[in-house]
């Protein structure tokens, strides 16, 4: 069975170009994003890391560390950084796991039990680790996204996904779509308007099941 939402994401121990890091504990009180590639020194990856790295202020401002996975080892990471690096612009400040056995792409669901890696292999042996997960400081799955090794990720969306999912965690809301944060949210259909206006104060019925205020603070 795969990993679902709310479920306590798998704890592990590995090598990364940071040194070994026990995953919950690495978490600590904040909001995670772990984000996995088929194998380093390719062409969609290297800019999708450089993009996480111009993030690390935006990434700071909302409390979430960033991990990246990559099925290789960490001598290949120390190489591939100086090229993501000069890509992208900015300093790698994240870790890299360096899963060379599987253990993580096999535990995260993103390989087969059964998967493993041939010599001479190619990013598609390793295609389908090519996965984002938000966790939550209770440690649990927030949200997942899997991509197509020829798509590259849109972290801007990942970094407004994070807002939604932080304001419904801290206000008690919903968001609708294409939100951003400063736009008015959704307030929940088990609250009554009695104690929606207790709560929000003025908000906008749209329909008997839709009504919409301002985001809280």
Not at 2 to 15: H, K, M, S, Y
Not at 97 to 109: H, M, T
Not at 204 to 217: D, I, N, Q, V
């Amino acid at each position: 069975m795969g990993l679902r939402i709310n479920d306590t994401v798998p704890d592990f121990t590995a090598e990364t170009s940071q040194g070994k890091i026990s995953f919950h504990d690495w978490i600590g009180d904040s909001w995670a994003i772990l984000f996995s590639h088929p194998k380093d020194f390719t062409p969609v990856c290297t800019t999708e890391f450089g993009a996480v790295a111009q993030l690390a202020d935006e990434w700071a401002k909302r409390n979430t560390k960033v991990m990246g996975v990559s099925v290789d080892g960490v001598k290949e990471h120390e190489g591939w950084i100086k090229d993501i690096e000069k890509v992208g612009g900015a300093d790698v400040g994240f870790p890299i796991v360096a899963d060379e056995g599987l253990e993580v792409s096999k535990a995260f669901d993103m390989l087969p039990a059964e998967a493993y890696l041939p010599e001479g292999r190619t990013p598609a042996d390793s295609q389908t680790v090519r996965s984002v997960f938000i966790i939550g400081p209770d440690k649990q799955l927030k949200l997942s996204m899997t991509y197509p090794m020829t798509v590259g990720r849109n972290f801007a969306e990942i970094l407004r996904a994070l807002d939604a999912l932080q304001a419904t965690v801290e206000h008690g809301i919903a968001t609708p779509a294409n939100w951003t944060h400063g736009q008015d949210v959704v307030i929940p259909v088990a609250l009554s308007d009695a104690d929606a206006k207790a709560k929000f104060g003025e908000f906008e019925t749209k329909l008997p099941y839709l009504r919409m205020t301002s985001l809280p603070g």
